[in-house]
């Protein structure tokens, strides 16, 4: 393969190697071979020669930023929300926005679900992002029954996520019951709900499956999730947790949502005389393929059971900020030996510089101590921590033999102009937003150039699939 054409790409300057060991080569020349880094070479002797026949990225190449958690359709919300509190004036909390979310929940079909996640997906491939964790809990017909094809909701979402050119894990979710203690007899689930519920682990294991023998590995995968402790009753979560192991293959995924309110962990508490991280640990759910959503009300067992079970936890922190939630400690989870990944859950911005920034600057806050996560942990939070959470081992590094997903940070911006060298690592994640991504390559492909995507425009697909405020 000669250094020319599409196939190859000149770095100014590349995170190589694990991003967490933060080494920022110059002059890298990479080629790319089915998908995958063929040739990776710092200080390279073809860098002019590639730079003038392939692909010439200024800035600084990361490896394509993984985004753990999303709601697709939570970006209906943004500019909706934020500002409001309780129906009467009074302050609000995660409870009243839920409120306002099942109302974006109760309106959508697979064909305006698929448009307005499209418009999501590219927001993120503009972002720097080359493989999302979709949390997919919006299941069956507006009024509950399944859709003609059961999976007619999650289809929406991978051919949105092709559409746009990331992969996507779609981490298809149980969700059976509104409240800790309530019981399949008895799920108390309102109207809305409905639509989320399988009825049963089997039924959910069922559709699961079909989901599963849908997908090719290669763009899309198929993992699972448990709503939450309040939405799948510890009397099955067990039984949930060893259907997945048998449904899915064994390099699938587990994710949950943990311990994100303090009301959350009191009644489970009161219910089970436990926190909701032992109750997951005894379904079996906790080990190297689990990720713990959020993580905020840990007390110091949770936290040494989600490291030495060597569990993901993913930190949400524009979400975690605006619904009111609390701080991450993500420090303890690290030194206790918990993986870290980043999400934008909610979508209040859709940028994972933000949230990288916003796990160190919140623990800032908490602790009144700085640089207590490096810039190059942060970064890597953003990709292999990502990566590794959603199953792509092979994804997240910029090394020989790895898949070509990478994004391009520009140095030109008011933000990072004049940001040294030797510290810019430390410019991107503290000063760096989404705005400074020019290029996202998914698989070797150009997504984003220059800022654009290269499939369509993404702000008007976006105007045209929300609706009028």
């Known amino acids: 393969m000669s250094p020319a054409g599409p196939g190859w790409f000149a770095c100014d300057h590349a995170l190589v190697g694990a991003p967490a060991d933060g080494v920022v080569a110059d002059r890298v020349v990479l080629s790319v071979e089915d998908g995958r880094l063929a040739v990776v070479e710092a200080d390279s002797e073809r860098f002019d020669e590639v730079a003038a026949t392939g692909t010439h990225l200024r800035g600084v190449t990361l490896p394509g930023l993984v985004n753990a958690h999303s709601h697709a359709f939570h970006r209906a919300l943004r500019g909706r929300t934020h500002g409001t509190g309780g129906a009467r004036g009074e302050p609000g909390s995660f409870w009243t926005w839920r409120e306002v979310m099942y109302g974006v929940a109760g309106r959508l079909e697979p064909d305006s679900y698929h448009a307005l996640a499209r418009g999501v997906f590219g927001e993120m491939a503009l972002a720097g992002i080359t493989a999302v964790g979709e949390f997919h809990y919006l299941h069956h ?170 569990s993901t936890v993913c930190a949400c922190p524009t979400t975690e900020r605006d619904l009111a939630d609390g701080v991450v400690p993500a420090m303890a989870l690290r030194d206790a030996g918990a993986d870290l990944a980043l999400g934008s859950d909610q979508h209040v911005v859709i940028d994972l510089l933000e949230e990288a920034r916003a796990v160190e600057a919140d623990l800032r806050l908490v602790t009144q101590q700085r640089g207590l996560l490096s810039p190059a942990s942060l970064i890597a939070a953003a990709t292999t921590g990502g990566a590794r959470s959603l199953g792509w081992a092979d994804a997240g590094r910029i090394e020989a033999g790895a898949l070509a997903d990478l994004c391009v940070v520009g140095l030109d911006s008011v933000r990072l102009a004049g940001v040294p060298r030797r510290d810019v690592l430390a410019g991107i994640v503290h000063a760096g937003t989404a705005a400074d991504i020019t290029h996202t390559i998914v698989g070797g492909r150009v997504v984003v150039a220059d800022g654009q995507h290269t499939g369509f425009d993404v702000a008007e697909a976006l105007r045209t699939s929300l609706s009028p405020s």
């Open 141 to 310: 017909d507006v009024d509950g029954r399944p859709h003609a094809d059961a999976n007619a909701m999650g289809e929406a979402l991978l051919a949105a996520a092709a559409d746009a050119g990331i992969r996507i894990t779609l981490l298809d979710t149980l969700y059976l019951t509104a409240g800790v203690g309530d019981t399949l007899e008895r799920p108390g689930l309102a109207p809305v709900q409905q639509r989320f519920s399988d009825g049963s682990v089997p039924s959910w294991l069922s559709r699961l499956a079909d989901l599963s023998s849908r997908v090719d590995g290669v763009g899309a995968r198929v993992g699972a999730a448990l709503h939450s402790v309040r939405a799948v009753p510890a009397a099955v979560a067990g039984e949930a947790v060893a259907g997945v192991a048998e449904v899915l293959d064994d390099g699938s995924v587990l994710h949950a949502h943990v311990s994100e309110q303090p009301a959350e962990v009191a009644a489970c508490v009161e219910a089970h005389g436990v926190s909701p991280v032992v109750l997951l640990d005894r379904a079996g759910a906790l080990a190297q393929r689990f990720t713990a959503v959020h993580g905020v009300w840990l007390d110091e067992g949770d936290i040494g059971l989600l490291g030495s079970t060597g």
